[in-house]
């Protein structure tokens, strides 16, 4: 005998209504769905390439080499006695993972809308990928960090066991940007254009090129609620010793988490006119 039609399980899918909280046990039943896109950003990024993975060096390098010549050199940008080429690498390589996370991110949707409307899953795997992906390239280009570390003979010190309390802080400034981005792409294509002038006009914000310290003392608590700046003066507290200038790095994780818990809200009230905007 065919079971009856009433006794088949039925799954009603229904949109979010307004603004709500991230259902995060959905996201773990689709979690197999969210590792084959991470792992497939990962090899199609360098596939058919000469140097693969090795351009998960050259590129933070090139910039430090670049950075070093125009503002240690020709400059001469303070940066507290520290050799200008480690006090870059110390930002760029974050910064890097950053700005491209970020980049790949608010272009997620857009460029996965033929996935889109066929089948349902959480749209939050989208924009969440990058940030992970991304991770790979990070983890590489340290191996340049630690080679100019000992270069320098930087000793490690305690401040280094909050390194990953830093590495979680950065992986939420692109998760919440690129959550609010990708969900204003998808009605304003201009975000793509616009992301190129964002990446530019933020590594200027951010002692990333400088010094904190180079701030007025009357502007810097206003100059730390870019969380981007206690991603960078985190590192190099953890990675260079000294203290830990929290007056820089608390405001921004309060920013980064709002940042993030913002973005999480606004794509779920956006998911539910993704499919038909796109």
């Known amino acids: ?59 933070p390098a090139i910039q430090i080499i670049l950075f070093t010549v125009i503002f240690g050199k020709i400059a001469n940008v303070p940066t507290d006695g ?42 939050m795997i989208f924009p969440l990928t990058p940030v992970l992906a991304k991770l790979v390239d990070f983890t590489i280009s340290l191996l340049l960090l630690i080679g100019v570390l000992i270069f320098y003979k930087v000793t490690p010190t305690w401040n280094m066991l909050l390194l990953p309390v830093f590495v979680l802080y950065m992986m939420l400034i692109p998760a919440g940007i690129g959550m609010w981005l990708s969900s204003l792409a998808v009605r304003f294509r201009d975000v793509k254009f616009a992301m190129s002038f964002i990446i530019r006009m933020l590594i200027y914000t951010a002692p990333v090129l400088y010094s904190a310290v180079s701030i007025p003392p009357q502007y810097r608590l206003l100059y730390s609620l870019n969380p981007i700046v206690g991603v960078m003066e985190g590192y190099r507290a953890c990675l260079l010793g000294g203290p830990i200038p929290w007056g820089f790095i608390v405001p921004g994780m309060v920013t980064s988490v709002l940042l993030m818990l913002s973005g999480a809200m606004y794509f779920r009230r956006m998911e539910r006119v993704i499919v038909d905007v796109i």
């Open 82 to 123: 520290i050799p200008y080429f480690l006090f870059s690498t110390v930002a760029i390589i974050p910064w890097t993972y950053m700005s491209e996370a970020m980049n790949q991110s608010s272009q997620s949707l857009v460029s996965e809308q033929g996935m889109l409307g066929k089948v349902y899953f959480p749209r």
């Open 1 to 59: 005998m065919k079971p009856s039609t009433n006794d088949m399980p039925v799954s009603v899918i229904v949109p979010p209504k307004g603004f709500e909280a991230i259902d995060f046990a959905e996201l773990k039943r689709y979690r197999d769905l969210f590792y084959f896109l991470v792992l497939r950003d990962v090899k199609v990024l360098y596939a058919q390439t000469i140097l693969g993975f090795a351009w998960a060096i050259l590129n």
